[in-house]
Structures are given as C-alpha cells and as structure tokens.
C-alpha cells in the first residue's frame, strides 16, 4: 500500500542555542574599509560552530542569512555562499533573505517556523550589511509609479526624513528628548563594555588594510563614550534645514554580520545544546512608508495576540535604535518612561552601530545575555523599524526564570 503522509503533525518548541557576531565598524573609512561583507559573516558561522563543538555540523539543516543589498559580496544567495566559505559540509544548505533591516529577523523567524514545523532540526539564522561597500539603496530602482501615482510619499525613500515626520507627528517627542535618549545609549554601551557585557558576544575578525598592514577587530568602533548634552545640541540635521534628527540621535552607517543558532528543544536536549530563549511569537506590520519608525507598535501588538501576552508581561525590551525618535514613539505608546530600566539596557544601534540586516540578531543575542542575568523575568521583546513602512517584532521566555515562590523554596 501507498505511504500517505502525516497531516497532524505537532508544532514543536523553538530555542534560540546561542548568538555572536562581529565587533561592529564604522562605514567608509572605517576598520573594515578593505574587508569583504563575505568574510564577516563566515567569520561569525564558524564562531557558532567553534562555541559548540557538541553539534556536527552536517546536523545544520539551514543557512538563512540576510543582508539588504544582495549584489557583489552580499549576492550570490549569501547564505549558501558562506555556509561553503565557513567550511559546512556540502549537503548544508543555505539561502538569502530580505527585510532591509529587518532581515536578520525575519532569517530568524523563517527557520524558526520550518523548524516548528519539523522541516529542520538545527538551523543558522543571521544577516550581514557592509554599508561602506554597499551604500545603503545601492543600484536601487524604485517603480516610478510609487512616487506618480503617490502610493508612497518621496520622504519615504530617505529614512531620515521619516523619522523627522515622526517628530512631526508627536510633537512632544522633541529634539532635546531624543537627544537625552541618544545620550543614555552612549552611556549604556559604555557602562556595559566596562562591565565585560557586551565583549562575550563579540569575534574577532582579522581585518587588513594597504596601509597598516594585519590587524584584529575586536570592539565596536562606532560608541562615541564621551557625547554630552551641549555637543548633541549643536549636530547639523541633514535631513531637513533646522530639523531634529543628527547624527548624535541616528544610528550611523555601519560594517558587521551577526548569527545564531536556532533548534527544535528535543535536538537541543540530544545534542547537549545550551537553551538561551524560547521563542513565544512573532509579528511584523505595515504602517505608512513616510513614518516607517513607528512599524514596531502593530507588530508588537500583533505579536502579542498571537501569544495571548499584554506588553506588561515584557520584562526586557531589545528596541533597535535606528532614531531616538522612533524609540521614544514605541515608549510613549505603551506608556513606558524614556529612561526605563527594562529597555535596552546595553544601549543600543545609537552607540553600537546598525548594519541594516544584521541588526535584529544582535537584539536577540543581547536579550538573551540579559536573561541569564535576570531569571526574574518571564518574557522579553526584541523588535524593531523597516524600511519601507514596516515593523517587526520577537517575543521570547526566559529558560532562566524563577518564580518568587520557587525561590524562596529554594
Ligand atoms: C545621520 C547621518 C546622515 C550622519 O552621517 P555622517 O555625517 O557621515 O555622520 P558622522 O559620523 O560623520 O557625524 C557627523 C558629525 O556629527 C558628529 N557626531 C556624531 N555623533 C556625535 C556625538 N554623539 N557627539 C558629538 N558629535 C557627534 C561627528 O563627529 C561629525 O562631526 P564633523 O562633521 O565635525 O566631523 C548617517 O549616520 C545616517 O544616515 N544615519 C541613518 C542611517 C539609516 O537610515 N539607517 C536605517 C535606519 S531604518
């Protein structure tokens, strides 16, 4: 008799195994000016492989990496290229994703729902951006008909401009707040190097340069530890004549590759993978091309639904900072204080930096680090802004968390 095939298959449990990622650079004539976007993102599958040497690697089903401009050494379906570059065994797949900046996320997302569904056991996610070699709209050609037929505003093609409509919008998110926002996240991520919080994270990637010769990149170069208020205050706004956007409370433009891997919760358990997070949901939203940095509230609502949590369940948040503003609006939205102490608590794309596509694993692997440290929370949120007029959001459990009755049975 014909086999037919299982239709009542179960959804099985997703856990987040681990995450690293490059020190990130600053784009131009930074410290990967003479490095290939190819090579960071190798650079982070084979930390991945060496941080766990229980896993085989012809065990990895998947390869998904992202990266928003996908030609020259971000094209040639950047997944399956540097699953080869890191060495994976030749069965190992791999593909290229898209969301502009939420592509890192979304690689996430999508192995998590193959892997959910049974298709994949172990997979790798993340994504690389090199806005220095790839400037950010390189080779682009919008449909004229967007801006003709006026389906999307000119503003929205310029991310700048769209976090100055914010401003616009929500006349109380005023310069001077996104300024003190942007200051925080300076002395957050400086704080949190001096800490020894943020390095854990961190491969060193050997970079080399005509004119100095070899060197090693080993932290972030874009923090800027020594901002004040008063330097902030007199930052030109490029993207509008006395606007309120600078580039003291945007983040800048940026070099670097992030990756995780991800499992279904029996492989981990046989394979003798550690468990950082346990992915609850996700969602992701449209909103208005011209206001795209407000994206991340219908997402996270939707995420919420569909994991039957309230935003007062979120004891952490990993926010990506593409502009003060568009942060400050998410906060103001769900009536979260600009200097909260659940959010970002490293800082964030700010101070560190946002290689578009990379940028939402880098939320995760720093959620997660935050999780072993506060086994009081439940649940935490990584979300971010997209290009384009959309919003993503991540809700993870904290494998770490305790109840207060089960500690003080302890
Ligand atoms: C804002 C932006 C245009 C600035 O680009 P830039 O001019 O190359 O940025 P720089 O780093 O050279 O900074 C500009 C100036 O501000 C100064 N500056 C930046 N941050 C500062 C800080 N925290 N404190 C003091 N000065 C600061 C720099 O020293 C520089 O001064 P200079 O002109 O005297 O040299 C660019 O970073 C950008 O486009 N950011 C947004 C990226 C984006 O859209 N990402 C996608 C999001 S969805």
Not at 94 to 104: E, L, S
Not at 162 to 173: G, I, K, M, S, V
Not at 180 to 191: D, H, I, N, P, T
Request: net charge negative.
């Amino acid at each position: 008799m014909p086999a037919t095939a299982s239709s009542n298959r179960p959804i099985r449990d997703v856990v987040f195994v681990g995450g690293v990622r490059t020190p990130f650079g600053k784009a131009g004539k930074g410290m990967y000016a003479e490095t290939r976007a190819d090579d960071l993102i190798v650079a982070v599958i084979r930390e991945l492989l060496r941080r766990h040497p229980q896993l085989p690697p012809d065990r990895i089903d998947e390869v998904a990496i992202a990266a928003a401009t996908q030609i020259g050494d971000q094209g040639l379906t950047i997944g399956r290229v540097a699953a080869l570059l890191a060495g994976l065994p030749k069965s190992v797949p791999g593909y290229a994703i898209d969301r502009m900046c939420a592509g890192g996320m979304t690689a996430v997302t999508s192995v998590a729902g193959s892997i959910a569904f049974g298709a994949y056991d172990v997979a790798i996610a993340g994504g690389v951006e090199h806005m220095g070699r790839h400037p950010m709209g390189e080779a682009a050609d919008p449909n004229p008909r967007f801006l003709a037929d006026k389906l999307v505003d000119l503003d929205a093609l310029s991310m700048g401009a769209t976090a100055e409509n914010l401003h616009d919008r929500f006349p109380q998110l005023t310069k001077e707040r996104a300024d003190r926002y942007a200051l925080r996240s300076q002395e957050k991520v400086a704080k949190a190097y001096a800490e020894g919080k943020i390095q854990p994270d961190l491969v060193p990637v050997a970079i080399r340069s005509a004119e100095l010769g070899w060197g090693l990149a080993s932290k972030d170069e874009p923090p800027r530890p020594g901002s004040t208020l008063a330097d902030l205050a007199t930052l030109k706004t490029p993207f509008r004549p006395h606007g309120r956007v600078t580039a003291g409370n945007s983040a800048g433009l940026n070099d670097g590759a992030t990756g995780c891997l991800l499992a279904d919760a029996a492989t981990a358990a046989e394979l003798g993978l550690p468990v950082q997070m346990r992915l609850v949901g996700y969602g992701f939203a449209g909103v208005d091309p011209a206001v795209m940095g407000v994206g991340p509230i219908p997402a996270t609502e939707r995420a919420l639904a569909s994991t039957g949590l309230s935003i007062s369940d979120i004891g952490l948040f990993e926010l990506n900072e593409a502009f003060a503003v568009q942060v400050l609006a998410f906060l103001d939205h769900y009536g979260i204080a600009d200097d909260d102490p659940r959010v970002n608590q490293y800082g964030g794309a700010i101070a560190l930096g946002h290689p578009l596509a990379s940028s939402g694993v880098r939320l995760m692997t720093q959620l997660a680090r935050q999780f072993a440290e506060h086994p009081e929370v439940r649940y935490g949120l990584t979300a971010m802004c997209v290009g384009i007029g959309m919003g993503a959001t991540v809700v993870w459990e904290n494998p770490h968390y305790v109840t207060s009755s089960e500690e003080a049975a302890t």
